[in-house]
């Protein structure tokens, strides 16, 4: 017999737990309440976490389920299609058959994500927050502006591979100096083209983020069985620790700024403050946005103690983006961000950074059922009103509810309702779950690293 919605609700933990795990906004749950229905595509979600049946879904019935005579017949997904030389592999056996470009791969095991970005594949591909992924773009032109060097936002691609739509194509641009597939080779990296990037888009959608594997085979062979393996073996990103691959291994200084038409990146010459970034899988742009605002910056490796942040006399200290579980990395994060809170040192953190500080705070973070990757994200600043576009790249969000006293929530995503942004006024310490560099994105955002130096310069956060 068919549960209400209500009833569902309730197993589910109630209106507030049963949001997050299914990623909608407390609007959708009412109309469910309404309507006594649960869309389709979120019944997996609600089976897996209540153990209930398919019948008890509001709505199904038995003539919802074929007989086993009634199901078609699934094609064979080992035998390689013709013209196919590549493939994407996922967990549950999924093949995703197309042609591969950039360099040969047997394939590592990864989380499968999507992005909505229209532009900036190559800062998205160096980003590290991608480490331990494989990036399905939805825009199906990918390529088209070829690569350079000026747009790398780390010295190497973060990413374990790309799906995409369409066959990568000679560059249209005037800045580029090696196309896509050149560079994809020199790196090391594979990608498979020719992929429904839709149908695998709308499966991570509805199921949550897939680990899969991609197979680019010098010699042409594929063993899927032995790839499902491997994909189905892969731990996934909870619990893990991503940042110490991905973060600097000793100090250093950072002076350029922001790429500006027609110039290029300028120097900061005269800062007014000086600034400590630690280094979670920091961006080149982020680095830029803070010297652009007047800062000497000074970046250091993620397992930099409280000591060792503070011997620098930092004005203020920058907790990075970067990958992972966050819980994993605030093993060795927590304590030397708290030790910078109790110097009253003002403290600004983005992304992982965001995350970090949280649990620094006293409060918790989990793993969203679906990430948020693209540079079309809409956040609300609860104090203003105001709607941001923001560029963003987390699959773990802070739990709103797990904040102590005295940390206020400042931002929330318009999508899904998550936490977006908090402060800590006590302690001169706010942050954000998204980009405001915008490296790809909108620039909405970036008045945040003005709102750290006005901080540093005495004003309350």
Same mark, same amino acid.
């Given at each position: 017999?068919?549960?209400?919605?209500?009833?569902?609700?309730?197993?589910?933990?109630?209106?507030?737990?049963? /949001?997050?795990?299914?990623?909608?906004?407390?609007?959708?749950?009412?109309?469910?309440?309404?309507?006594?229905?649960?869309?389709?595509?979120?019944?997996?979600?609600?089976?897996?976490?209540?153990?209930?049946?398919?019948?008890?879904?509001?709505?199904?019935?038995?003539?919802?389920?074929?007989?086993?005579?009634?199901?078609?017949?699934?094609?064979?997904?080992?035998?390689?299609?013709?013209?196919?030389?590549?493939?994407?592999?996922?967990?549950?056996?999924?093949?995703?058959?197309?042609?591969?470009?950039?360099?040969?791969?047997?394939?590592?095991?990864?989380?499968?994500?999507?992005?909505? #970005?229209?532009?900036?594949?190559?800062?998205?591909?160096?980003?590290?927050?991608?480490? #331990?992924?494989?990036?399905?773009?939805?825009?199906?032109?990918?390529?088209?502006?070829?690569?350079?060097?000026?747009?790398?936002?780390?010295?190497?691609?973060?990413?374990?591979?790309?799906?995409?739509?369409?066959?990568?194509?000679?560059?249209?641009?005037?800045?580029?100096?090696?196309?896509?597939?050149?560079?994809?080779?020199?790196?090391?990296?594979?990608?498979?083209?020719?992929?429904?990037?839709?149908?695998?888009?709308?499966?991570?959608?509805?199921?949550?983020?897939? !680990?899969?594997?991609?197979?680019?085979?010098?010699?042409?062979?594929?063993?899927?069985? /032995?790839?499902?393996?491997?994909?189905?073996?892969?731990?996934?990103?909870?619990?893990?620790?991503?940042?110490?691959?991905?973060?600097?291994?000793?100090?250093?200084?950072?002076?350029?700024?922001?790429?500006?038409?027609?110039?290029?990146?300028?120097?900061?010459?005269?800062?007014?403050?000086?600034?400590?970034?630690?280094?979670?899988?920091?961006?080149?742009?982020?680095?830029?946005?803070?010297?652009?605002?007047?800062?000497?910056?000074?970046?250091?490796?993620?397992?930099?103690?409280?000591?060792?942040?503070?011997?620098?006399?930092?004005?203020?200290?920058?907790?990075?983006?970067?990958?992972?579980?966050?819980?994993?990395?605030?093993?060795?994060?927590?304590?030397?961000?708290?030790?910078?809170?109790?110097?009253?040192?003002?403290?600004?953190?983005?992304?992982?950074?965001?995350?970090?500080?949280?649990?620094?705070? #006293?409060?918790?973070?989990?793993?969203?059922?679906?990430?948020?990757? #693209?540079?079309?994200?809409?956040?609300?600043?609860?104090?203003?009103?105001?709607?941001?576009?923001?560029?963003?790249?987390?699959?773990?969000?802070?739990?709103?509810?797990?904040?102590?006293?005295?940390?206020?929530?400042?931002?929330?995503?318009?999508?899904?309702?998550?936490?977006?942004?908090?402060?800590?006024? !006590?302690?001169?310490?706010? !942050?954000?779950?998204?980009?405001?560099?915008?490296?790809?994105?909108? /620039?909405?955002?970036?008045?945040?690293?003005?709102?750290?130096? /006005?901080?540093?310069?005495?004003?309350?956060?």
């Amino acid at each position: 017999m068919a549960n209400t919605v209500d009833q569902i609700i309730d197993r589910l933990g109630g209106a507030d737990a049963a /949001a997050r795990l299914l990623g909608v906004g407390t609007e959708a749950l009412r109309k469910w309440r309404q309507n006594n229905a649960i869309p389709t595509r979120h019944w997996a979600a609600v089976i897996q976490a209540t153990g209930l049946p398919l019948s008890a879904m509001p709505g199904a019935t038995a003539a919802a389920s074929p007989t086993p005579q009634e199901r078609p017949t699934m094609p064979d997904q080992t035998a390689v299609p013709d013209g196919a030389n590549a493939c994407l592999v996922l967990a549950d056996g999924a093949v995703f058959w197309g042609r591969g470009f950039g360099a040969h791969s047997a394939g590592t095991p990864a989380e499968v994500c999507f992005n909505t #970005g229209m532009t900036g594949y190559q800062e998205t591909l160096t980003d590290p927050s991608y480490a #331990g992924q494989i990036i399905t773009f939805t825009f199906p032109h990918i390529g088209n502006a070829g690569t350079n060097a000026a747009d790398l936002e780390a010295a190497s691609i973060a990413a374990r591979g790309l799906v995409v739509q369409q066959d990568i194509t000679e560059p249209s641009n005037w800045r580029s100096t090696q196309t896509l597939q050149d560079w994809l080779r020199a790196q090391g990296v594979a990608g498979v083209a020719g992929v429904d990037t839709r149908a695998l888009t709308i499966r991570i959608r509805d199921g949550g983020p897939p !680990s899969g594997i991609i197979c680019y085979p010098a010699g042409g062979r594929f063993d899927i069985a /032995a790839l499902t393996a491997q994909a189905k073996a892969w731990p996934g990103l909870e619990g893990m620790d991503l940042a110490k691959q991905v973060s600097c291994t000793q100090s250093y200084t950072w002076d350029e700024t922001e790429w500006v038409w027609p110039t290029g990146t300028g120097t900061q010459s005269a800062p007014t403050h000086h600034v400590v970034a630690v280094d979670y899988g920091a961006k080149r742009n982020i680095l830029r946005c803070l010297a652009a605002a007047g800062c000497k910056v000074t970046v250091v490796p993620a397992t930099a103690t409280a000591e060792d942040i503070l011997r620098h006399k930092p004005d203020g200290v920058f907790l990075s983006n970067g990958p992972g579980d966050p819980a994993a990395t605030g093993v060795y994060a927590v304590a030397a961000i708290q030790g910078v809170l109790a110097s009253g040192t003002p403290l600004f953190g983005i992304c992982l950074g965001h995350q970090l500080l949280a649990l620094a705070l #006293g409060g918790k973070t989990y793993k969203l059922a679906r990430g948020h990757r #693209g540079a079309n994200q809409p956040v609300k600043d609860l104090a203003t009103g105001r709607v941001e576009i923001t560029s963003q790249n987390h699959g773990f969000a802070v739990d709103e509810a797990s904040l102590p006293d005295g940390v206020h929530v400042t931002h929330v995503s318009l999508f899904d309702g998550s936490n977006e942004g908090i402060a800590c006024p !006590s302690q001169r310490a706010f !942050s954000v779950q998204y980009h405001p560099e915008a490296s790809p994105g909108p /620039a909405d955002s970036h008045y945040l690293f003005h709102r750290f130096t /006005a901080v540093m310069s005495g004003a309350g956060v």
